[in-house]
């Protein structure tokens, strides 16, 4: 049993910041990456972050320069910083772990989301 937890949402004005984190826990050998990804009501869930080993991140266009993945390995968790927020950053923030279950064998793990909210 592997659970991913997010947590860190909430309301904020225009040009604030958040802190999301995500957390993986449960039988796992270890995380090879995690990402964020963000959903809103009728549109495709799009990539807004990953983070893997050696710290290598990849940002979407609409996010770079104000957001910022990183993670603590020792906890399996990852962050995003949120700075700048808009708007149209408002979404269902997901976080997903992509891990090692057992030897040569990953899978794929989906947090149950956080809401952003971006008032303008």
């Known amino acids: 049993q592997v659970q991913v937890v997010e947590s860190g949402g909430g309301l904020v004005q225009a040009g604030g910041s958040l802190r999301l984190s995500c957390g993986v826990s449960?039988?796992?050998?270890?995380?090879?990456?995690m990402e964020w990804y963000r959903q809103v009501p009728g549109k495709q869930r799009e990539l807004v972050a990953n983070i893997r080993s050696g710290d290598i991140t990849r940002y979407g266009d609409s996010v770079k320069g104000r957001f910022t993945i990183s993670r603590d390995n020792a906890k399996n968790t990852v962050y995003l910083q949120m700075d700048s927020l808009k708007p149209e950053d408002t979404a269902k923030y997901y976080c997903y772990a992509d891990v090692f279950v057992r030897v040569g064998q990953s899978s794929g793990y989906w947090g149950q989301g956080t809401q952003v909210s971006v008032s303008s």
């Open positions: 449960g039988s796992i050998l270890s995380v090879i990456a």
